[in-house]
């Protein structure tokens, strides 16, 4: 059975860090993309990053390029995202899914809440 | 970049057909994929690949696509298909061709 769990959420202040965590089992981690996608509280999906399966290419939505960074570690069978000087418009649920054209697996997600 | 465009709610009578809509600039010429997403759940995929079901998904959701309109179709409503549902495709023509597009989202209302 396919599982992805994310981890890192919390509270935080406007300008700081968190690094979320997914980890996955019941498939090949590394055979296939990964992103992260976000919902803020009461609007719709926002995709965030993808990343190939060996971790060479990686791609951001416009609004988190130069601070978030999207990662994986295959022998952990873990992706991560780093999300620094964080606003308050990153405040959402954060989902990690796996990609083929289509997403066909989702964890269930972690609550970031930017605020002071 | 490229939008797609969903309308923000739709209601159905139960035992009924939905449809939700799903416009886009040519968007027959892409695969588009379909999620429903319950309240404080994870999205969940329906439709792949405009028409393909995932193991699991009921017959009565089926999905099409055609000119600049992508859409799902929900038959025999129940009230537990009552749920937002988003449209997706891989924009392929930009020139940042791994980027995730998604629709805004359609509340599915059973009356």
């Known amino acids: 059975e396919v599982q992805l769990v994310e981890s890192g959420g919390g509270l935080v202040q406007p300008g700081g860090s968190l690094r979320l965590s997914c980890a996955a089992s019941?498939?090949?981690?590394?055979?296939?993309?990964m992103s992260w996608v976000r919902q803020a509280p009461g609007k719709g999906l926002e995709w965030v990053a993808n990343?190939?399966?060996?971790?060479?290419?990686?791609y951001y939505v416009d609004s988190v390029k130069g601070r978030f960074t999207i990662s994986r570690d295959n022998a952990k069978n873990s992706l991560y995202l780093q999300m620094n000087s964080l606003r308050a418009e990153d405040t959402a649920v954060y989902y990690c899914?796996?990609?083929?054209?289509?997403?066909?697996?989702w964890g269930q997600g972690t609550l970031v809440t930017v605020s002071s | 970049s490229y939008v797609l465009t969903q309308p923000p709610s739709v209601s159905v009578a139960p035992g009924k057909t939905a449809r939700i809509t799903c416009g886009g600039n040519?968007?027959?010429?892409?695969?588009v994929h379909w999620y429903q997403q319950k309240p404080g759940q994870a999205p969940v995929l329906v439709i792949y690949y405009d028409s393909d079901r995932p193991s699991g998904i009921p017959e009565r959701f089926s999905g099409s696509n055609s000119g600049n309109t992508a859409t799902l179709t929900i038959s025999r409503v129940e009230a537990g298909d009552e749920a937002d549902y988003y449209c997706?495709?891989?924009?392929?023509?930009?020139?940042?061709?791994?980027?995730?597009?998604f629709g805004g989202g359609t509340k599915l209302t059973v009356l």
């Open positions: 990343i190939k399966q060996d971790g060479s290419e990686k």
């Open positions: 019941g498939f090949t981690f590394s055979s296939y993309w």
């Open positions: 040519n968007i027959g010429s892409k695969s």
């Open positions: 997706q495709v891989w924009d392929s023509s930009s020139d940042h061709p791994e980027d995730v597009v």
């Open positions: 899914a796996r990609l083929v054209r289509e997403l066909d697996y």
